[in-house]
């Protein structure tokens, strides 16, 4: 009888965290669970300011020289995934080692998987970049995007801007 209500409480307890508003959102990534207390280092991106619910959102990291970040010939990591239709949207990033790293996300709306002025673009940092700005090869101070990581989970928040 006891097996049978504690059996009954973690369906009710698992069912109650899968709903909007209760517990926390689930990460999209290759293994969202490493984000949620494992001591693998890993990036959990918070990313806000999408526009739309469209398309899709791109999530790259960087490690090593920060004159190659943000060249997608030096990514270290990078993801894709279509938007949620609703909630937070939240990547967990497994990077494999403690180290520094910078990270960026593209909102493409169109989905054509092309950079075009419809999409947002943003960093770790948040520092103000535009779109043009990334075209052009104009990239902020590493020191300004520059996360550090060890070993857990390390939240870098990033807003998109758009043109």
Same mark, same amino acid.
């Given at each position: ?17 899968? $709903?909007?508003? &209760?517990?926390?959102? !689930? ?14 280092? =890993? ?6 300011? &999408? ?5 899709? /959102? ?13 060249? %997608?010939?030096?990514?270290? %990591?990078?993801?894709?995934?279509? /938007?949620?239709?609703?909630?937070? @949207? ?9 180290? =520094? ?7 493409? @709306? ?20 535009? &779109?043009?700005?990334? $075209?052009?090869?104009? %990239?902020?101070?590493?020191? !300004?995007? !520059?996360?550090? /990581?060890?070993?857990?989970? =390390? @939240? ?8």
């Amino acid at each position: 009888m006891m097996a049978k209500l504690r059996s009954g409480l973690l369906v009710l307890a698992t069912a109650t965290l899968g $709903l909007p508003g &209760l517990g926390a959102a !689930q990460a999209l990534g290759p293994n969202p669970s490493l984000c949620s207390g494992g001591r693998e280092p =890993t990036i959990l991106v918070r990313v806000a300011g &999408l526009k739309s619910r469209a398309g899709t /959102v791109r999530v790259r990291t960087f490690s090593g020289d920060p004159d190659t970040y943000f060249n %997608k010939k030096f990514a270290h %990591k990078r993801f894709e995934y279509d /938007v949620p239709a609703s909630g937070p @949207i939240e990547i967990c990033v497994p990077v494999g080692a403690a180290g =520094t790293y910078a990270v960026d996300v593209r909102h493409d @709306i169109n989905k054509n998987g092309d950079t075009d002025r419809s999409d947002g673009i943003g960093a770790s940092g948040n520092p103000k970049i535009s &779109l043009m700005s990334i $075209l052009f090869g104009r %990239k902020p101070p590493a020191s !300004q995007v !520059q996360v550090s /990581v060890a070993n857990g989970t =390390t @939240i870098v928040p990033i807003t998109v801007r758009y043109l």
